[in-house]
């Protein structure tokens, strides 16, 4: 495996922030990935690093350092439709595009 | 369809019996992939097509797992003689090329073998 952690489990209350750390060992680095899937659905795309830095989009934003093999989600203003399971994926240069999944973290956003 | 579908949503087989699962990809998405995701853990790839050729299929987990994409498009994951450890959600995936950043999943197969 690429020794993908996450933490299992967050709660959260609505309106907080919250991040998601993820941290990863792999040869031939190509991209990092986060993806969010509620119980029962598709894994849908929230942003994507190969870069150092952090992407901002809307209340989401992803942050990647590749010498530290770290990288973290940030959630700003949590709903409770937040509530979802949140995965750390990277990609390698040398497997066509083939994704590499953490075990997810389970959000919870409570009222 | 706008999406990625799969088919059937849910599948109940008996030990022993075979299975065949179907994606209908994103229409042009040239790459296709299979994940198998297991309660509480997170998708593991399968296998990867290039559109009608499988270039990766390290992932199977034994020779019971075939998978094919004979015209480029539609994809069918078959297992034969299903185990218990085989019952998991089967996600399917696909994007434009395997180096764009957002590969499109669909719900998945929930395969529960009895």
Known sequence: GQNIDQPTEMTA????????????QTSGFN?????????????????????????????????????????????????MKDSASYLCAVRRGSTLGRLYFGRGTQLTVWP | GAGVSQSPRYKVAKRGQDVALRCDPISGHVSLFWYQQALGQGPEFLTYFQNEAQL?????????????????????????????????????????ANRDNEQFFGPGTRLTVL
């Open chain 2, 56 to 96: 990766d299929k390290s992932g199977l987990p034994s020779d019971r797992f075939f998978a094919e994409r004979p015209e480029g498009s539609v994809s069918t994951l078959k297992i034969q003689r299903t185990q218990q450890e085989d019952s998991a959600v089967y996600l399917c995936a696909s994007s434009l």
């Open chain 1, 13 to 24: 209350t609505e309106g907080a922030i919250v991040q998601i750390n993820c941290t990863y």
């Open chain 1, 31 to 79: 991209g990092l990935f986060w993806y969010q899937q509620h119980a029962g659905e598709a894994p849908t795309f929230l942003s994507y690093n190969v870069l150092d830095g952090l992407e901002e989009k809307g209340r989401f934003s992803s942050f990647l350092s590749r010498s530290k093999g770290y990288s973290y989600l940030l959630l700003k203003e949590l709903q």
